[in-house]
């Protein structure tokens, strides 16, 4: 069994920083991708940010130019730097894994992130 661990979410004004971090129970070498979602009250999720084989990203064009994925191994841990917060950011986060081989797939409980203007 896998659990995920998302913490630093928080409250911050409008053109500050963040950054959250997901603790994998176990090695995240096994997982191909690991990514962010998240969901705003009365929306649909949205992928935000993923990271590949720990090389290869993709960002929602929302947060482009804003936010950075990365992974230390070393800690079995998934950044996800949010700069340059706007309100609109405001939503609970939540850490994915993904394991093509399966194929499995893990979610952490969420952490809120709350931007005001």
């Known amino acids: 069994q896998v659990q995920l661990v998302e913490s630093g979410g928080g409250l911050v004004q409008a053109g500050g920083s963040l950054r959250l971090s997901c603790a994998a129970s176990?090695?995240?070498?096994?997982?191909?991708?690991m990514g962010w979602y998240r969901q705003a009250p009365g929306k649909q999720s949205e992928l935000v940010a993923t990271?590949?084989?720990?090389?290869?990203?993709n960002y929602a064009d929302s947060v482009k130019g804003r936010f950075t994925i990365s992974r230390d191994n070393a800690k079995n841990t998934v950044y996800l730097q949010m700069n340059s917060l706007k309100p609109e950011d405001t939503a609970v986060y939540y850490c994915?894994?993904?394991?093509?081989?399966?194929?499995?797939?893990?979610w952490g409980q969420g952490t809120q992130v709350t931007v005001s203007s």
């Open positions: 176990r090695s995240i070498f096994m997982f191909n991708v």
């Open positions: 990271i590949t084989n720990g090389i290869s990203t």
């Open positions: 994915n894994a993904y394991v093509r081989r399966g194929p499995y797939e893990y």
